[in-house]
């Protein structure tokens, strides 16, 4: 733009009407003879126009520190690891992480220059088998389960077996009659809503657990763990999957601020069988999803903790899943 306005006020000086100087420079005759008239008062400098930009940041949906938590989020997981349904982190799905964790919501075109901004670029995933290490799994339940076991029961600890879950309102399961051909249809609400479960088990029967909002963090992990060890005056011994937050450093040191009450083991690395917590999993989705399709994040919840008292007060049902054959060494 202020090329052309500079090449305007030469041709005007050279004799140049203005109609066709606006003409040959692409500018409006208003806008030629505006610059003509700056450069008479001002000199070439007053000929330039100046566009104001926003600060760097300025208008962003998301915080820094927000961004930084996104960023570590899809760096070290993959969906799949924090209970979403998607198998790569596409635009849609960290979008769907976003607005989980923080409450906001972006669009496609947004979320993409936000990855753009942070560095990620959409590329092929290498594969890699996800099947667990017969050696490690062997290992766990001949030699590292007895060893807590005895531990646990020479000290008088109790044994728990600790996993996180995901709910979303759309998920409809089952199988329902309806006339031949007639396939029946579900009619699911449109603003989808997510929510999370961890929960307990112990071969006894006994269950605790917790719903929450969003992504698993230490905040919610330590929450819940002074949870299961409030009022108690044995020790407890719980055992989860391996996942990264699991080890933050908030949770390592509450851990070893309070290993007087609570020691935790994990499992072996793409093992989720052999969790007895997996089954709680199971039941409780079962439930959720053969219920009316919640409109709401407050029916879903709903629909949730109700299901989780009704499997709680059957601590038959929940000692059940311990005679499951890829659990039946924790029984």
């Known amino acids: 733009m202020n090329k052309r306005r500079r090449l305007a006020v030469k041709m005007v000086l050279s004799g140049a009407t203005i109609a066709a100087t606006a003409r040959q420079c692409e500018l409006a005759v208003r806008t030629a003879w505006g610059t003509v008239k700056a450069y008479r008062q001002g000199g070439w400098p007053a000929v330039t126009v100046r566009h104001g930009h926003r600060p760097q940041g300025a208008g962003r949906a998301l915080s820094r520190e927000q961004e930084r938590q996104a960023q ?21 799905a960290v979008s769907e992480l976003i607005e ?12 993409g220059k936000y990855l753009k901004r942070w560095g990620f670029t959409p590329q092929r995933p290498l594969k890699k088998a996800d099947e667990p290490s017969p050696e490690a799994v062997a290992k766990w339940v001949n030699e590292e389960y007895p060893k807590i076991a005895t531990a646990a029961k020479a000290e008088g600890a109790e044994i728990q077996w600790g996993d996180e879950t995901g709910l979303r309102s759309d998920d409809v399961r089952g199988r329902g009659y309806a006339p031949k051909a007639k396939t029946p249809v579900v009619v699911a609400n449109a603003n989808r809503s997510r929510l999370s479960v961890i929960s307990t088990v112990t071969n006894k029967g006994e269950m605790r657990w917790k719903v929450f909002s969003g992504a698993l963090d230490a905040t919610i992990l330590i929450g819940f763990l002074k949870r299961l060890v409030h009022g108690r005056n044995k020790r407890v011994f719980l055992i989860l999957y391996n996942l990264r937050a699991h080890h933050s450093k908030a949770v390592k040191k509450w851990l070893a601020d309070n290993e007087e009450k609570i020691a935790v083991f994990y499992l072996p690395s793409y093992s989720p069988e052999l ?12 439930r959720v999803t053969q219920a009316a399709p919640a409109r709401n994040k407050l029916a879903l919840t709903r629909t949730a903790i109700s299901a989780l008292r009704s499997i709680q007060k059957q601590p038959e049902r929940v000692e059940n899943y311990f005679g499951q054959k890829d659990v039946a060494y924790a029984a």
């Open 72 to 92: 570590r989020r899809i760096r070290d997981h993959v969906p799949d690891q924090l209970k979403m349904t998607y198998a790569l982190w596409t635009r849609q």
């Open 100 to 111: 989980a964790v923080f409450g906001v919501r972006l669009t496609g075109r947004n979320m």
């Open 275 to 286: 969790n007895p917590d997996e089954l709680l999993n199971a039941d409780l989705k079962q």
